[in-house]
């Protein structure tokens, strides 16, 4: 699966008479990059514009070296032959809890440390509490406001991680998933202008500039959020800028958010407790999949819609300013509401479509017709 879908792209760009070069590339002044390292030899290209996409690598922390054997990070675990028995995952973030989650599904007994007070911090309250409660249903045992303070192999194989206040738990693995690193390290950039942050990030202005003239960063060497859909639309936001076809930049504050954990999560725009932050007043409406007939025939009626819009004067919900699923396939209905809150249309504009029945995707709807007072179940 994998290599034919690498396959493609590989195939895509010699169709585009994309000229590849194999090797480690380095950029220096004059918008020269040397090549080196690879099956392409020693190659020195020059262009009018270059872009910067080295992409991340797994942060890693002390006292948890990777070994590729008792210590690893997900790098290594998507590369395992078979699954531990045991495991812990350090981190209880949006990669946490995905390799979590499978593990746990495929057999594995799993238990997840993380620091802050709930796992999924980016999420909404209400969201995270129905994932923590599908985990620990299933078997995952969840430790949050926890740090870890090392591990000491066993002879007979495993290791004995140590967290909190002298607490101990014996696994055949750990999985360190505390987040991504930009790779930025071997860029070169010797006689350039670009500028790198104390965290690693390439320093750019919301056109994906560096402060070399046209040379350009996108992905996750940049401080947005590392995801695959935001790289490609920083990708596009570039190719328009340098056609000078003016494109507006992307708006991190609503792009779409999708955790593949079961149950799946996905987010758009402000949370509860965000709104709130910024002083905007809210109107909230919240439907179950428990109530939705795709979600019974399919046998997942764990899980929640969140629709969350701004109060009008009189008290009644105006634009919606944030919507949040978890449960069966919600990272394939958040589409609509995607659109919703990046048009800026208000409760009553969705709630005028007629949303398709029997479907998991008409809770949506269910929702937003909620906040206009009409609501068909509740």
């Given at each position: 699966?994998?290599?034919?879908l690498?396959?493609?792209?590989?195939?895509?760009?010699?169709?585009?008479k994309?000229?590849m070069?194999?090797g480690?590339?380095?950029?220096?002044?004059?918008?020269?990059?040397?090549?080196?390292?690879?099956?392409?030899?020693?190659?020195?290209?020059?262009g009018?514009?270059?872009?910067?996409?080295?992409?991340?690598?797994?942060?890693?922390?002390?006292g948890?070296e990777v070994?590729?054997?008792r210590?690893?990070?997900?790098?290594?675990?998507?590369?395992?032959?078979?699954?531990?028995?045991?495991?812990?995952?350090?981190g209880?973030?949006?990669?946490?809890?995905?390799?979590?989650?499978m593990?746990?599904?495929?057999?594995?007994?799993?238990?997840i440390?993380?620091?802050l007070?709930?796992?999924?911090?980016?999420?909404?309250?209400?969201?995270?509490?129905i994932?923590?409660?599908?985990?620990?249903d299933?078997?995952?045992?969840v430790?949050?406001?926890?740090?870890?303070?090392?591990?000491?192999?066993?002879?007979?194989?495993?290791?004995?991680?140590k967290?909190?206040?002298?607490?101990?738990?014996?696994?055949d693995?750990?999985?360190?998933?505390?987040?991504?690193?930009?790779?930025?390290?071997?860029?070169?950039?010797?006689?350039t202008?670009?500028?790198?942050?104390?965290?690693?990030?390439?320093?750019?202005?919301?056109?994906?500039r560096?402060?070399?003239?046209?040379?350009?960063?996108?992905g996750?060497?940049?401080?947005?959020?590392?995801?695959?859909?935001?790289?490609?639309?920083?990708?596009?936001?570039?190719?328009?800028?340098?056609?000078?076809?003016?494109?507006?930049?992307?708006?991190?504050?609503?792009?779409?958010?999708?955790?593949?954990?079961?149950?799946?999560?996905?987010?758009?725009?402000?949370?509860?407790?965000?709104?709130?932050?910024?002083?905007?007043?809210?109107?909230?409406?919240?439907?179950?999949?428990?109530?939705?007939g795709?979600?019974?025939i399919?046998?997942?009626p764990?899980?929640?819609?969140?629709?969350?819009?701004?109060?009008?004067?009189?008290?009644?919900?105006?634009?919606?300013?944030?919507?949040?699923?978890?449960?069966?396939w919600?990272?394939e209905?958040?589409?609509?509401?995607?659109?919703?809150?990046?048009?800026?249309?208000?409760?009553?504009?969705?709630?005028?479509f007629i949303?398709?029945?029997?479907?998991l995707?008409?809770?949506?709807?269910?929702?937003?017709?909620?906040?206009?007072?009409?609501?068909?179940h509740?």
């Amino acid at each position: 699966m994998i290599d034919g879908l690498f396959g493609g792209l590989s195939g895509l760009l010699k169709r585009r008479k994309v000229t590849m070069f194999d090797g480690i590339g380095t950029l220096h002044a004059g918008h020269v990059v040397k090549i080196a390292g690879g099956a392409s030899g020693d190659v020195e290209v020059t262009g009018t514009h270059v872009i910067l996409a080295s992409g991340s690598v797994p942060r890693t922390i002390p006292g948890f070296e990777v070994d590729g054997t008792r210590v690893i990070t997900s790098d290594e675990l998507l590369s395992l032959q078979e699954l531990p028995k045991s495991a812990v995952v350090i981190g209880g973030g949006a990669i946490g809890c995905e390799f979590a989650s499978m593990m746990s599904d495929l057999g594995t007994e799993v238990t997840i440390l993380e620091a802050l007070p709930k796992i999924l911090p980016g999420c909404d309250d209400d969201i995270t509490k129905i994932v923590l409660k599908s985990f620990k249903d299933r078997g995952i045992n969840v430790r949050t406001g926890v740090s870890v303070n090392g591990h000491e192999p066993r002879k007979s194989g495993g290791t004995t991680v140590k967290f909190g206040d002298g607490e101990t738990v014996d696994v055949d693995t750990v999985v360190v998933s505390v987040g991504r690193r930009p790779l930025s390290e071997n860029l070169g950039l010797e006689g350039t202008a670009v500028q790198v942050s104390e965290r690693g990030h390439v320093v750019v202005d919301p056109w994906c500039r560096t402060a070399e003239p046209g040379v350009y960063a996108a992905g996750d060497l940049i401080a947005t959020p590392a995801l695959a859909h935001i790289g490609f639309a920083e990708g596009i936001l570039v190719i328009q800028d340098i056609l000078g076809e003016e494109p507006v930049p992307v708006d991190y504050g609503n792009v779409p958010w999708c955790i593949y954990c079961h149950p799946e999560v996905s987010f758009v725009g402000h949370s509860e407790a965000s709104a709130k932050e910024a002083g905007i007043e809210i109107v909230v409406s919240k439907h179950r999949y428990s109530g939705n007939g795709r979600a019974l025939i399919l046998g997942e009626p764990e899980g929640m819609v969140k629709v969350i819009a701004e109060k009008r004067p009189d008290g009644t919900a105006g634009r919606l300013i944030g919507v949040h699923m978890v449960g069966p396939w919600v990272t394939e209905q958040l589409g609509q509401a995607y659109l919703a809150v990046n048009w800026e249309a208000t409760a009553d504009d969705v709630a005028k479509f007629i949303q398709p029945h029997p479907t998991l995707s008409e809770l949506f709807g269910e929702s937003v017709l909620a906040l206009t007072g009409r609501s068909l179940h509740g």
